[in-house]
């Protein structure tokens, strides 16, 4: 049986967008013995990139069908590779092909076309997250498209309960100004790998809900810009996202056990609440979530004062009616993840970061980039998540 000629074009919002949430649809599968999440775009299928500096989705049609989609976004990173530290990225993200057309070379093609915009827009390295046992797309992206493992990290959700977490009173709060928050991220994170260059254009965002310190009471905070400030002997920082006001995420295949766990754990802690069981939100219908990024801490109680600042955005949460988790993404190896308060049974724990050098030098100077050492942290930007 023939087919008729592939054709892969840029979205248009006012013809395609009600095929391309269609399509999002008939991709709702999953494999059945895994829990897993739905996106609802509330009606705009651009929305994970729409934040980004440069961006654009790509669709495929065969047979006047629309097939596949495709989304990617570019911008200006931290990456360590000599002679020059920083160097322009392209994200692939949202590559969907409908059930029925897969095995046609569709999702490649998908990708090809996409990485020829990265190149044509001077980008050094183009990279895609997946988890580890998502065997469809390493073996799309790692076996033919010669993509290469980067970085693992961890995915930490915490789900967001009504009862207020306790703040310690030896702790001090304080919310920065942007300027401030910019000035500090340039200060001590700038090294880390993926750093965006525009990090003021994510602290501005409306979407970016504030950044927070923490440190001891009784000692001062006295920052004054990137020649001059007093630092407490331990502090930590961190920054908020609201992930959900741009799209809602919804449960989907769960067993039968954790809809009766949810039930029964909302009823035990509304019945008994001397018991203090957290219950877990409804998590079957469409909710936001909140991400928790640029977390930083140094001195000997910065572990403790990172819990606290958890801690603090998890009653911000509580009082939002559509907030019902709190996800962060950390490296595999970070000893972060031991001060952040997630549950194992809604994280995942090894998100596999892959990536591919598009000219020549750095095709050449991957092989290095790749096999260094994660020590320093990996920046996971929010309009990405």
Not at 72 to 99: C, E, F, M, Q, W
Not at 170 to 189: D, G, Q
Not at 215 to 237: C, D, I, L, Q
Request: charge should be positive; glycine fraction near 6%.
């Amino acid at each position: 049986m023939g087919y008729g000629e592939l054709i892969i074009r840029s979205y248009d919002a006012q013809n395609d967008r009600a095929r391309v949430e269609d399509l999002e649809r008939r991709c709702e599968v999953g494999p059945a013995e895994k829990v897993f999440l739905f996106t609802d775009t509330l009606g705009d299928p651009i929305c994970r990139i729409r934040n980004s500096p440069i961006y654009k989705m790509l669709v495929a049609e065969l047979d006047s069908q629309l097939v596949g989609v495709i989304q990617g976004s570019i911008k200006l990173v931290t990456v360590h590779k000599p002679p020059n530290d920083l160097a322009r990225v392209g994200y692939i993200l949202g590559l969907r092909v409908a059930p029925l057309y897969r095995r046609r070379g569709i999702g490649s093609s998908l990708v090809i076309k996409l990485e020829e915009w990265f190149i044509a827009s001077d980008v050094d390295y183009a990279y895609m997250a997946t988890e580890k046992d998502n065997e469809a797309s390493f073996k799309l992206f790692v076996d033919k498209l010669s993509y290469v493992k980067f970085r693992t990290l961890a995915i930490l959700v915490n789900p967001v309960s009504h009862r207020m977490s306790r703040i310690s009173s030896n702790v001090e709060l304080a919310k920065l100004r942007v300027e401030e928050a910019k000035s500090l991220y340039h200060k001590f994170m700038s090294s880390t790998e993926f750093f965006p260059n525009d990090i003021g254009n994510i602290l501005r965002n409306k979407l970016s809900l504030g950044t927070w310190v923490a440190y001891p009471k009784g000692e001062s905070w006295g920052y004054s810009g990137p020649n001059g400030g007093v630092f407490p002997s331990s502090w930590a920082m961190l920054s908020v996202w609201n992930s959900g006001e741009l799209f809602k995420l919804r449960l989907g295949n769960a067993p039968l056990s954790c809809l009766m766990y949810t039930k029964s754990s909302r009823l035990i802690e509304k019945l008994l609440p001397c018991f203090k069981l957290p219950a877990i939100p409804d998590f079957f219908h469409p909710f936001g979530f909140y991400f928790l990024y640029g977390v930083y801490r140094e001195g000997p109680l910065s572990g403790k004062l990172v819990r606290t600042l958890c801690r603090f955005v998890h009653n911000m949460a509580s009082k939002s009616k559509d907030c019902k988790v709190i996800v962060t993404e950390v490296g595999g190896s970070d000893t972060l993840r031991l001060h952040i308060p997630h549950w194992k049974l809604l994280s995942c724990p090894e998100d596999l970061w892959c990536i591919k050098g598009l000219k020549n030098e750095e095709k050449n100077s991957l092989h290095e980039l790749t096999k260094t050492p994660p020590t320093r942290a990996l920046f996971v930007d929010p309009r990405e998540v």
